[in-house]
């Protein structure tokens, strides 16, 4: 199993464009999560997922939107990108229960000037 | 879920126990504590979880007090590798799930 994979790794926007950042895992995970990290904090929640075209926001879900049209994909969206979004930014899945673990994926750093 | 409070950074000397507490005042019954690490630029790994139980598994032991209001996770022969964030997480089972981060511990292994 490759896990939870995240791309790009690293990627540069101006102010005011778009992307899309990709998630993907193969443990057939009903739960995924994104969340993003600044320097030197912890991590925030923007969107989760709870299964197959059911998403839900987070804590921080403001400039971002998210949709889950399969069991393993679950990109990222951001609309109008501003210097307050970079950050680096965190895929991750689990399987509901009372052993409940995220997995989580590399990240992407991203960063907008 | 319960907010956790663990202090900003720690030292522990190579070979040596460390010993990182949490505390958790308010846990309801039915909420686990987690404990997860993040190895520098790398996303969050899970640890160890319990309910009341103290655990261990190859990587840890977690010590739950007995009224539940803290905790300890505990690496027995702590490596240079364990320089890591510690975050202790308290959720409720079966729900959505979701996992609040907060600012963890900065564990430093010193040779």
């Known amino acids: 199993n490759a896990g939870v994979t995240q791309t790009p790794k690293f990627r540069i926007l101006k102010i005011g464009q778009s992307m899309t950042l990709q998630c993907a895992q193969d443990m057939n995970h009903n739960y995924m999560y994104w969340y993003r990290q600044d320097p030197g904090m912890g991590l925030k929640l923007i969107y989760y997922?709870?299964?197959?075209?059911?998403?839900d926001k987070g804590e921080v879900p403001n400039g971002y939107n998210v949709s889950r049209s399969t069991t393993e994909d679950f990109p990222l969206r951001l609309e109008l990108a501003a210097p307050s979004q970079t950050s680096v930014y965190f895929c991750a899945s689990g399987k509901q229960g009372s052993s409940y673990e995220q997995y989580f994926g590399p990240g992407t750093r991203l960063t907008v000037t | 879920d319960a907010k956790t409070t663990q202090p900003p950074s720690m030292d522990c000397a190579e070979g040596r126990a460390a010993n990182l507490p949490c505390n958790h005042s308010t846990i309801s019954g039915n909420e686990y504590v987690y404990w997860y690490r993040q190895i520098h630029s790398q996303g969050p790994q899970y640890i160890i979880h319990g309910l009341k139980n103290n655990e261990t598994n190859e990587m840890a032991s977690l010590i739950i007090t007995e009224d539940r209001k803290s905790s300890t996770l505990i690496l027995p022969h702590a490596t240079l590798r364990d320089t890591a964030v510690y975050y202790c997480?308290?959720?409720?089972?079966?729900?959505?799930?979701?996992?609040?981060f907060g600012t963890g511990t900065r564990l430093t292994i010193i040779p």
């Open positions: 997922s709870v299964g197959a075209g059911i998403t």
């Open positions: 997480i308290v959720r409720v089972a079966n729900g959505n799930e979701k996992l609040t």
